[in-house]
């Protein structure tokens, strides 16, 4: 990671510019201060008690070493829509797993992005910030060593990420916009499948979808999904359960041939870049099935004149 050092920062030693600025573990800093390369300024090496200067170029080297736990490598299509030395964010295709899993171990965002750096001569970690399932497509964020994966988990947990989704459902709703504020839990018969349930439920887990009526016609809607929290199915099962599921979705609700998988698409996400703390905002392109369907459902909506991604 690299910090150009700025005027509020002048005067403190390298140390707090770590602790306080940057947040890291002592496990963290141990590990820099016994590389050779860990903590330099201005291309020379330097100890935690050196003091910042404005101008300063602060270097600290939480690359990976040689992960021999890596997943294979495998050379698999995956359109990158940003990337720097701190992470990666890929636009993940429908019917690709994020990371490998039984009958899973070679078809996955996690391969693809092991080859992509092995190809490059750099030892890769697989440090995914969040997840989609596999027939989601859309931005993924990934973290390319443990700094930043730190720096945004907490990023995280603070709710300094957000995310939003376009969905496709069954229906026409009559309502423009709303929050789902509905609990959720495993049911008793499946690990995999969701349920709303009450809140005393066991496990229930509070779980609330914010959305917005982008376009209404031919039996279906268009929306914008913001998710409040982060629950395994949210957005799918709170849809069904408003009466609306999400076209195509075989779990809760009908398989649809027009698609073949469930219409959600991961459109946007803001993230603060690790080494700066600014916002970004990404924007995906609509897959070309996600595309397909909404031209035949939606045929006069704008989105229709976007690129589709080249997956």
Do not use: W
């Not at 997943?71 to 299509?77: H, K, Q, R």
């Not at 829509?81 to 429908?94: F, I, M, N, R, T």
């Not at 990371?99 to 890769?124: C, E, K, W």
Request: glycine share 6%; proline share 8%.
């Amino acid at each position: 990671m690299r910090f150009e050092i700025q005027e509020d920062a002048n005067g403190l030693c390298i140390r707090q510019f770590i602790k306080e600025r940057l947040h890291l573990s002592v496990k963290m800093l141990k590990h820099l201060k016994y590389r050779p390369d860990g903590i330099c300024v201005n291309g020379e090496r330097k100890t935690v008690r050196y003091v910042l200067r404005t101008g300063d170029l602060l270097t600290l080297a939480t690359e990976d070493r040689d992960n021999p736990h890596a997943p294979a490598a495998v050379d698999l299509p995956l359109e990158i829509l940003y990337e720097d030395d701190d992470l990666v964010v890929p636009l993940k295709p429908a019917n690709m797993p994020t990371h490998p899993s039984h009958d899973h171990y070679g078809d996955t965002v996690a391969n693809a992005l092991t080859y992509r750096y092995t190809q490059r001569g750099i030892p890769f970690v697989f440090r995914p910030i969040n997840r989609l399932d596999r027939n989601t497509s859309g931005l993924l964020l990934i973290a390319r060593h443990k700094m930043a994966a730190g720096v945004l988990s907490d990023a995280m947990k603070n709710g300094e990420i957000q995310k939003s989704y376009l969905a496709i459902l069954d229906g026409e709703m009559t309502t423009a916009q709303g929050i789902i504020d509905a609990c959720l839990h495993r049911t008793a018969a499946s690990i995999i499948v969701r349920e709303v349930c009450p809140p005393d439920a066991p496990d229930a887990a509070p779980s609330k979808t914010q959305y917005r009526v982008l376009a209404v016609g031919h039996g279906h809607t268009l929306v914008e999904a913001i998710p409040l929290t982060g629950r395994t199915h949210q957005l799918r099962v709170h849809f069904a359960h408003l009466g609306h599921p999400i076209t195509g979705d075989d779990l809760y609700g009908t398989p649809d041939p027009r698609i073949g998988r469930h219409a959600l698409h991961a459109r946007t996400l803001t993230f603060p870049l690790p080494s700066t703390g600014r916002p970004l905002t990404l924007t995906a392109p609509l897959t070309s099935d996600f595309a397909a369907l909404l031209k035949l459902c939606f045929p006069e909506h704008p989105l229709n004149n976007e690129r589709t991604a080249s997956l």
